[in-house]
């Protein structure tokens, strides 16, 4: 179907909701199902669903999708960079000429 439309698929890493904007969206929906719902019968979360999908327009979708790329992506980036920093800090190379050594309460 994508290719039929001429649309490319990205694919996201299993485990990072975070940085689908769907995910947002759905949070959106399941905040205003239970707000809405007086009767508590399926067919009226059904109705509530609909509701709730309908009233999300381009703009909104484009303000998910701004915040994931503009934000998340940014703190998942500076996340990454910290954690290769701390992890080249403690590579102990076999070759070098320190003399320095470690023992587990330096740790």
């Known amino acids: 179907m ?3 439309e001429n649309k490319t698929v990205l694919r996201l890493l299993p485990y990072h909701c975070e940085l689908n904007p769907i995910d947002l969206i759905w949070a959106q929906v399941k905040n205003f199902v239970p707000k809405e719902n007086q009767t508590f019968k399926m067919p009226r979360v059904n109705d509530l ?3 709730s999908i309908s ?4 703009e909104e979708w484009k303000k998910c999708f701004k915040h994931v790329t503009n934000e998340v992506e940014k703190i998942i980036w500076d996340l ?3 954690v290769d920093n701390i992890v080249d800090s403690v590579i102990i190379n076999p070759h070098s000429n320190s003399s320095t050594s470690f023992s587990a309460s330096d740790f």
């Open 55 to 58: 009233r999300i327009g381009v």
């Open 2 to 4: 994508a290719k039929v």
């Open 80 to 82: 990454d960079n910290a």
């Open 49 to 51: 669903c609909i509701q």
